[in-house]
């Protein structure tokens, strides 16, 4: 296929179709390409939301040895997708170019975003960015938003999951209560290292019933972790005193708060709903 002079090969089984893929290599000439393409289908259209999510997966990929032969490898590759908003419509999706010390990571996605605004020239018409609430998004000084804010030069409405910003007080409440969580290790506190041994507990038929679950039909599988708060209080977990308070206090939150304010979020996901989930969670 060959779009605006540049040349864009297909590309093979198992190989990344976000990997640079276009005949000068770049990245940024991919997102050109691609874009223009789908530009005659929707020509005139103006971007005024722009969403972008990122993941870590482990990708096939040809690699060069040191004589410059190639072989197939499976690499940990960051994969990130482009959506316009609030339509939801697929726009595009890359892989981060490398950053160049003192560059960061956050500045090349924003760096991609910014080429995929000047391809669809709505540099001038984008109003909301949304992304997740993790700090490479929204850092205030070296964040992906704000990288693309200055690129811009004016300021953009953040719209921030708030079904990821639902999770930071259960977190908060888990490391004031219970312990602080190791990136070696997981949960050290007493009552949540129970968690990963949860299917294998004994289940207690005479477990205490504890208010505010009642109109709850079900729990979402991948809440895992408040998940396993409600079903190790079912089991014969053997913990007494002060860490079975623990235990309970963090089955209420989630009962009377987090899984709740998830169903609401789910069901009112509309930008002016943002600030009425906010003030739930205080």
């Known amino acids: 296929m060959i779009v605006d002079g540049l040349v864009v090969n297909h590309c093979q089984r198992y190989t990344y179709l976000g990997s640079p893929f276009t005949a000068n290599g770049s990245a940024s000439s991919a997102v050109k390409a691609h874009a223009q393409d789908k530009m005659a289908h929707f020509k005139g259209t103006k971007i005024v939301g722009l969403g972008y999510d990122g993941?870590?997966?482990?990708?096939?990929?040809?690699?060069?040895?040191?004589?410059?032969?190639?072989?197939?490898?499976?690499?940990?590759?960051?994969?990130?997708?482009?959506?316009?908003?609030?339509?939801?419509?697929?726009?595009?999706?890359?892989?981060?170019?490398?950053?160049?010390?003192?560059?960061?990571?956050?500045?090349?996605?924003?760096?991609?975003?910014?080429?995929?605004?000047?391809?669809?020239?709505?540099?001038?018409?984008?109003?909301?960015?949304?992304?997740?609430?993790?700090?490479?998004?929204?850092?205030?000084?070296?964040?992906?938003?704000?990288?693309?804010?200055k690129m811009l030069r004016r300021k953009l409405f953040w719209s921030i999951c708030v079904l990821h910003t639902n999770k930071l007080p259960l977190r908060h409440l888990i490391t004031s209560i219970d312990g602080p969580t190791s990136s070696d290790t997981g949960f050290t506190g007493p009552v949540c290292s129970l968690l990963s041994s949860v299917n294998e507990m004994q289940y207690n038929a005479e477990f205490r019933g504890v208010p505010g679950g009642e109109d709850l039909t079900e729990i979402p599988e991948w809440l895992t972790t408040a998940q396993s708060f409600v079903y190790t209080w079912t089991r014969k977990h053997g913990l007494t005193g002060t860490e079975l308070n623990t235990l309970e206090i963090l089955v209420k939150y989630c009962l009377q708060v987090y899984f709740k304010l998830y169903y609401d979020i789910k069901v009112h996901h509309r930008l002016e709903d943002g600030p009425k989930h906010i003030l739930t969670q205080l």
Do not use: C
């Not at 410059?68 to 316009?84: A, C, F, N, Q």
């Not at 090349?108 to 984008?126: E, G, H, I, N, R």
């Open 55 to 149: 993941r870590k997966d482990m990708t096939r990929a040809i690699v060069p040895d040191s004589y410059g032969k190639l072989h197939p490898r499976l690499i940990r590759e960051e994969h990130v997708s482009v959506t316009e908003e609030p339509s939801g419509r697929y726009l595009w999706h890359f892989v981060p170019e490398d950053p160049v010390p003192p560059e960061k990571p956050a500045f090349k996605v924003a760096q991609a975003l910014y080429d995929l605004l000047v391809t669809y020239d709505s540099t001038d018409s984008l109003i909301v960015l949304q992304g997740d609430s993790t700090r490479a998004n929204t850092g205030w000084k070296g964040g992906t938003h704000t990288h693309l804010e």
